[in-house]
């Protein structure tokens, strides 16, 4: 089969990675990669978001199935112009990705469905004084949202009242989030672990990955501002089997049912963003998508084929299909530009990307990479790929267990660098605390 993986990150890599060791493909297209992703796939030269030009490129090139790794193009309607074409993709349709694009649909969806989340009200952009109002009833701590997407960066933990109401102001009358924030969420502080749990959703049925840890924030010790991730892991400790019962029967079985009787059947990767509270799983958010990093360590463990998989998602035949994963742990760490999630420079060489992979049990990621136009031009040794990203690599070990999994992924990476590289040295730590 000829297959089309839309996305150019640590997570687009992963999923063209599983593709690759399926025996039923026969050529990988990624729209728009990086320089790592095409050692494995041919490289697109189109954006993720140019819906046309993708259902162009589909038809020219008879692909027979399109996996979307983003959640921009699945909220602007990828699917739905794919299907209209005739064209298989795996990824729900614009009114089902609303669970990601649209915070104030999904925390509505929640409550129409009894789901366990946060409590919380939605305000407009006329109701800041309601707003205001509402977060001074509450007190601090307390969550502000913006509803739209805002690519990681719309949520708003905020330790004082005076914090939250800044950052109401911010949204609602500075339109600091443009389009994102014309709504706000404004929801109650959850307290306990986060642990990301996806499902492969056919519309009707599903099956559940297991799950996988993100390090939202940029320093070690959970500190700092949120990133995009700064590492995973996977399986979670915390996540018992009664708690992952408690996830099937409380969260993504209501969330599935209760999209198809709304007319909105979920076809694709459900993203169950959990807090494990002391009342058991909350969500704290649905995304559209695969997580980047956790992709980078579930998709490696998963040992059955991941095209008939995704295959039997996008045709609404996952019926009799089966998930199971390979025993053992895999941890990534994402090596990212200086500066990240703020300002940061890019186009520096990065050295020794070869001697990391060459590792046994080590898969290393790209993300924002590109290859160096003129070797030339790049300070450093001849390196041919350049930072081009905040997130620049991700570097995963697998391993017999947690400990095994950091330590190949910590191994390679102290053979990588680049100019202002900066990573988390406390990947997995809480994975491997005792019970
Ligand atoms: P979101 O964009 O909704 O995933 O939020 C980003 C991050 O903010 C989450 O991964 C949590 O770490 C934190 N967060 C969001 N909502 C809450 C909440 N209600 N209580 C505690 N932390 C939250
Ligand atoms: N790692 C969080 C996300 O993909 O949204």
Request: one cysteine or more; hydrophobic letters at 40%.
């Amino acid at each position: 089969m000829r297959i089309l993986v839309v996305g150019g990150g640590g997570r687009e890599h992963a999923i063209a990675h599983s593709l690759s060791r399926s025996g039923g493909v026969h050529k990988i297209f990624v729209a728009p990669g990086n320089a790592g992703i095409r050692e494995i796939a041919s490289i697109v030269p189109v954006r993720a978001d140019d819906i046309e030009n993708l259902v162009r490129f589909a038809r020219t090139e008879q692909i027979d199935l399109t996996v979307v790794g983003p959640e921009q193009p699945l909220v602007l309607g990828i699917a739905d112009r794919f299907e209209q074409e005739g064209l298989a993709i795996m990824g729900p349709s614009a009114a089902a990705a609303r669970l990601e694009g649209s915070k104030a649909f999904a925390k509505a969806f929640m409550q129409r469905h009894d789901i366990p989340t946060a409590r919380h009200r939605t305000f407009g952009a006329s109701d800041y004084d309601e707003a205001a109002t509402y977060v001074k009833e509450c007190g601090a701590p307390i969550v502000v949202k913006a509803s739209g997407l805002a690519a990681g960066k719309g949520a708003v933990v905020c330790a004082t009242v005076d914090e939250a109401l800044e950052t109401l102001a911010f949204m609602l009358r500075e339109r600091a989030f443009g389009a994102a924030g014309e709504e706000v969420v404004v929801e109650e502080y959850m307290t306990g672990e986060e642990a990301s749990v996806f499902a492969l959703s056919d519309g009707k049925e599903y099956l559940l990955f297991a799950p996988a840890q993100d390090h939202k924030r940029i320093g070690e010790g959970d500190v700092g501002p949120n990133t995009g991730g700064m590492g995973a892991y996977a399986p979670v400790p915390i996540v018992t089997d009664d708690i992952l019962r408690a996830v099937r029967n409380r969260v993504v079985a209501p969330t599935l049912h209760g999209m198809a009787a709304e007319g909105y059947p979920y076809r694709g990767v459900l993203y169950c963003g959990l807090m494990i509270t002391e009342e058991g799983p909350e969500v704290v958010e649905y995304n559209c998508r695969f997580g980047d990093p956790e992709a980078q360590v579930v998709l490696p463990l998963l040992a059955d084929d991941a095209l008939d998989l995704f295959e039997a998602t996008a045709r609404g035949a996952l019926r009799g299909s089966a998930l199971s994963m390979r025993s053992g742990a895999a941890a990534c760490v994402v090596l990212a530009s200086g500066g990240y999630p703020g300002r940061y420079e890019t186009g520096f060489a990065i050295e020794g990307l070869e001697q990391a992979a060459a590792h046994r049990d080590v898969l290393v990621f790209h993300g924002g990479t590109a290859p160096s136009l003129k070797e030339d031009d790049v300070p450093g040794r001849g390196s041919d790929t350049v930072t081009s990203g905040g997130r620049v690599l991700g570097v995963t070990g697998l391993g017999r267990d947690l400990r095994a999994a950091l330590d190949r992924a910590y191994e390679a990476v102290g053979h990588i660098s680049f100019e202002h590289m900066q990573f988390r040295r406390d990947i997995g730590k809480k994975g491997l605390r005792p019970s």
